[in-house]
């Protein structure tokens, strides 16, 4: 349940989930009921830790650029992939996961078919034109039992849905502002990955696209 609890019923329209493959479904305009304290939450989040482009293990800038909510945040440097408690530009403990992540993404995993889901960590991405993330999998939580929950805020964009090996064909999910993908259980470890982002200007958010990726990492 999307809607009615907050907004009354008629606000948004529930939409039947789009499976993706087993494990996996697409929520098409899932978030929008929440998109006004999403977009206020990440104002505040990237206020106290801003959006930086981190450097990966092999010595390359990532396009997109990140921040992160919750206990845990997901991080990249010359020594590898990892979860922290701390930003380390910093040192300060990330900001809190704010209420409405929290209830979004709880109610997004049910309606995937995953109860009890109770993220710690949040990765909040930020892509312009021209910025993409290329195929990889999620795997640095300490348990693969959880699902991620991922939102779309802003820009349109093409999601890579792959297999559970990186050369598998993957599927080319369209995204847009509202949208949330729910991967877990056999679903859980498959590729994926975001186009380059296709210059437009969202009447929100302007020439960029936020994706939420919450998670249970801890
Ligand atoms: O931007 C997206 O939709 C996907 C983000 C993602 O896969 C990640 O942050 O690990
Ligand atoms: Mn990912």
Redo the contacts with the bound molecule.
């Keep these: 349940m999307n809607t009615g609890d907050l907004f009354g019923a008629a606000a948004v329209p529930v939409r039947a989930e789009e499976p993706l493959a087993e494990g996996a479904c697409l929520l098409r305009g899932f978030a929008l009921p929440w998109q006004t304290a999403l977009l206020e939450a990440v104002d505040d989040i990237t206020a106290r830790a801003p959006f930086r482009h981190l450097t990966t293990p092999g010595g390359l800038r990532m396009s997109v650029a990140m921040s992160n909510a919750g206990a845990l945040g997901w991080i990249s440097d010359r020594r590898g992939y990892r979860y922290t408690a701390r930003d380390p530009d910093s040192g300060l403990p990330w900001p809190p996961l704010p209420h409405a992540f929290l209830q979004l993404a709880k109610a997004a995993a049910a309606r995937g078919g995953f109860t009890d889901f109770t993220p710690d960590a949040c990765?909040i991405?930020r892509y312009r034109p021209g910025d993409r993330?290329t195929l990889?999998q999620?795997r640095d939580e300490r348990e693969h039992i959880h699902p991620i929950v991922?939102v779309?805020l802003g820009l349109p964009?093409v999601?890579l849905f792959g297999g559970l090996q990186r050369g598998e064909l993957a599927l080319r999910v369209p995204?847009a502002h509202g949208d949330v993908v729910v991967w877990g259980g056999p679903a859980r470890l498959r590729f994926?990955g975001?186009l380059p982002l296709k210059p437009g200007a969202h009447e929100l958010l302007g020439e960029q696209r936020i994706?939420l990726?919450l998670r249970k990492a801890g």
Excluded: E, P
């Design positions: 990765l991405n993330l990889h999620d991922s779309s964009a999601f995204l994926h975001i994706n990726t």
